[in-house]
């Protein structure tokens, strides 16, 4: 099955005005040419079908979204109307169910889709540039596929290269910046816990040495190496919680004004910090306890006999 588009869902749409309820009021609709195979091919599903028999190609017609028939004021269902546009009007086929026919930042816009025969001459002259959509079965082999096209293809058109670009890898250009900032966080954040894990590592390296004769006297006391973890650990811990309060909602404050930008987005969720300090306590955690161990472990004659 295939189908054509002036516009292509994912370069532009075309814009046109259709007049409104008042005499001054004119309604700027997104548009898109296609033809009847246009639905079918995209997986399009319907609001409201075109009546049984009707022929989508035949005629002046249109098919809208939901929001279009907000927008124009339409009632709740069109099928059969017709819409203002000079210079006759159009009929209202049918209404497809909202889709985003753009990026995933924007909000889905009211659209209507202009309904010709797929033999119509103006696809050869369209001013917008003309494409074709194939869908391909599962586990078909592309290059033989692709091959016997181009064949068709330049058996009409010998001059123009036959070009083609998958849906997938189009979807995917629209998002290459996010994916790019999303790599470039995600080695500044592995850097970032490999320095701090560093930094700690000395720092607990050096606290241990300045306690050494402390955890001595207490070993000889009786103290346990949990014990001695444990109070090694401890203050590492309260610097650590404490960072965290002071970061989180900072990264809250930060993450809530870039995810406006998009108009779908996900929620910040608690466990998201729960599980950033999970992992921040934990680095620590093993971190302190290698040195506290090492020292719990260590004969304690030694360290006292240095005095």
């Not at 494409?131 to 123009?160: E, V």
């Not at 620590?284 to 090492?294: F, G, W």
Request: proline letters at 4%.
């Amino acid at each position: 099955m295939l189908s054509q588009e002036r516009s292509w869902a994912f370069s532009y749409y075309d814009m046109i005005g259709i007049s409104g309820q008042t005499k001054d009021e004119t309604v700027m609709l997104p548009s898109l040419t296609v033809d009847k195979n246009f639905f079918a091919i995209l997986g399009l599903k319907w609001k409201y079908a075109p009546l049984s028999g009707s022929q989508l190609d035949a005629g002046q017609k249109m098919v809208i979204n939901e929001l279009a028939v907000e927008k124009l004021h339409l009632p709740a269902n069109p099928v059969g109307s017709f819409i203002k546009f000079s210079p006759q009007n159009i009929e209202v086929a049918g209404v497809v169910k909202n889709f985003n026919f753009g990026s995933l930042g924007d909000e889905i816009q009211p659209l209507g889709l202009f309904i010709v025969p797929d033999t119509a001459k103006s696809w050869a002259r369209g001013t917008g540039g003309c494409y074709l959509f194939a869908k391909t079965k599962p586990h078909t082999n592309l290059p033989t596929l692709l091959g016997s096209m181009q064949n068709i293809f330049k058996k009409f058109d010998a001059d123009t290269p036959f070009d083609y670009t998958f849906m997938d890898d189009a979807f995917n250009a629209r998002y290459k910046a996010e994916d790019k900032l999303a790599a470039i966080f995600s080695i500044f954040t592995v850097i970032t816990i490999v320095l701090a894990a560093m930094g700690l590592f000395g720092l607990a390296a050096f606290t241990t040495e300045q306690r050494t004769k402390e955890i001595g006297i207490r070993k000889v006391l009786g103290a346990s190496i949990s014990s001695i973890n444990g109070l090694l650990s401890k203050d590492f811990l309260k610097l650590v919680l404490l960072s965290i309060a002071i970061s989180s909602p900072i990264a809250w404050w930060a993450m809530h004004n870039w995810l406006q930008g998009f108009a779908y987005r996900i929620p910040i969720q608690w466990w998201m910090f729960g599980s950033a300090g999970l992992l921040a306590v934990t680095v620590a955690v093993v971190t302190v306890s290698y040195h506290a161990i090492k020292a719990a472990m260590a004969n304690p004659v030694r360290s006292l006999r240095s005095e």
